[in-house]
């Protein structure tokens, strides 16, 4: 679905975000 589609990738945007604040 396009849905699914669409929240894994703000859930892997979140993550990524979460990822660079770490090493920052």
Known sequence: EL???TE???SKNE???LY???IE
């Open 8 to 10: 894994g990738l703000k």
């Open 15 to 17: 993550a990524s975000e």
């Open 20 to 22: 660079l604040s770490e």
């Open 3 to 5: 849905v699914e589609l």
